[in-house]
């Protein structure tokens, strides 16, 4: 981590809080949801000099690099000047998709490439967070529930760190997300059943207290790291927002990090909005979009199918009162696509613009495709389509 720049504090000052019955913890101890079972946010009170200065806020960090530039954005650690848990994560490319979007009638599309990460997913901005938390805490085990690319990462990232790892999974999670888990050390649990008896099955092994919940779903230093990218984003369009952001959508900790760091610019006066936020989900396990459609604060009671998009077969997000309210306030929308469209959009990506993806890294351009058709995204407004996890995590 780098030296504060004179005059600019280091850290803001944490507290987590519970979204459920309001309890406050510091930001000490190996927390990853409330004695009373809610979800914890990650609170700040940032310092008036970090937030008055832009430049100087973000020159801060401008020796490292990755997401670690934003170390400063982050909860801090007990020893500001240890090195963190890191594999180069972060800086992921930010590149226009000019001929699929002139397919679909759209001129200002871009593509986060959020797949060009150390184990080929998004997921390693919030295990490098995690981890790091766990390791200054002294964790001898990290646990995870996953249909692969969280597990992936957070195997990664407790290698890296030296911690041991168990990593639970669908019996049926494609072997190009399984081989790199077990490659790392860790030990896979295959569970048969559906996602949420994998979840089960990793809440049962860390009730013993003696094991750290790496949680994607629920804990919130994971969705800290997520907003990093929102950071990058906001950057690359000189401290302006795109006017929309789309990007498939299970548990939500990155939709809910890109919105969060969004939204810290613009309360900062750094930016002068922020975008409006779309879920992509599929048609096989769509919670928030039949809830968005229904007009519902709650994901909707669904029937689930099988879909290739698995990366977001989650049934009932534990966020997905906060999505659907961020789709709301943000002005956005929900769309779901099924599995052909979904196909064929990955590849249409491939063979337009050489990006080759898993499938569920494509539901935000079959979901963008529909928008556009729709009239909801304009063809001369900016989008930018988070691509999740690369095509290599399931060739099939």
């Known amino acids: 981590m780098t030296s504060p720049s004179e005059g600019v504090p280091a850290h803001p000052t944490v507290t987590l809080r519970c979204t459920s019955c309001g309890a406050t913890y510091a930001d000490t101890e190996p927390l990853w949801a409330c004695v009373c079972g809610g979800l914890l946010t990650v609170g700040y009170e940032w310092p008036a000099a970090f937030t008055a200065d832009r430049e100087a806020a973000l020159e801060q960090g401008r020796q490292a690099t990755g997401l670690w530039r934003y170390a400063h954005f982050l909860p801090p650690t007990a020893d500001p000047g240890a090195a963190p848990v890191t594999l180069g994560e ?129 804990n919130p230093y994971f969705t800290e790291g997520m907003k990093t990218a929102a950071y990058e984003v906001l950057e690359s369009f000189d401290c302006q927002a795109p006017d929309h952001m789309i990007l498939p959508v299970g548990g939500g900790s990155l939709f809910v990090g890109l919105w969060r760091g969004c939204q810290e610019w613009r309360s900062w006066g750094w930016v002068p909005s922020a975008p409006r936020m779309h879920v992509a989900q599929s048609t096989g396990c769509a919670p928030l979009v039949t809830a968005y459609q229904q007009g519902s604060d709650e994901p909707a009671p669904i029937d689930r199918q099988p879909t290739v998009a698995g990366g977001i077969e989650v049934v009932a997000p534990p966020r997905g009162r906060h999505i659907l309210s961020i789709v709301r306030e943000s002005a956005g929308s929900a769309v779901a696509v099924d599995d052909a469209a979904i196909l064929a959009h990955r590849e249409l990506l491939a063979t337009l613009e050489g990006l080759d993806v898993e499938p569920t890294a494509a539901v935000p351009l079959a979901g963008l495709a529909s928008l556009a058709r729709e009239g909801i995204v304009s063809p001369d407004e900016t989008v930018v389509a988070c691509l999740t996890g690369s095509g290599l995590k399931d060739p099939s």
């Open 90 to 218: 972060g800086d992921t490319p930010l590149v226009p998709l000019p001929r699929w979007g002139e397919r679909h009638g759209l001129r200002r599309v871009y593509a986060k490439l959020e797949y060009v990460s150390p184990t080929g997913s998004f997921k390693d901005r919030g295990a490098a967070v995690v981890v790091a938390k766990a390791a200054e805490w002294g964790i001898g085990r990290m646990v995870e529930d996953s249909s692969g690319n969280a597990g992936a990462s957070i195997a990664a990232y407790s290698a890296r760190a030296g911690i041991a790892c168990d990593i639970f999974v669908p019996a049926a999670a494609p072997t190009a997300k399984v081989r790199p888990i077990e490659r790392c050390g860790a030990n896979v649990r295959r569970i048969g059943g559906t996602r949420s008896d994998v979840t089960a099955a990793a809440l049962d092994a860390v009730s013993d207290g003696e094991s750290y919940y790496a949680a994607h779903n629920l």
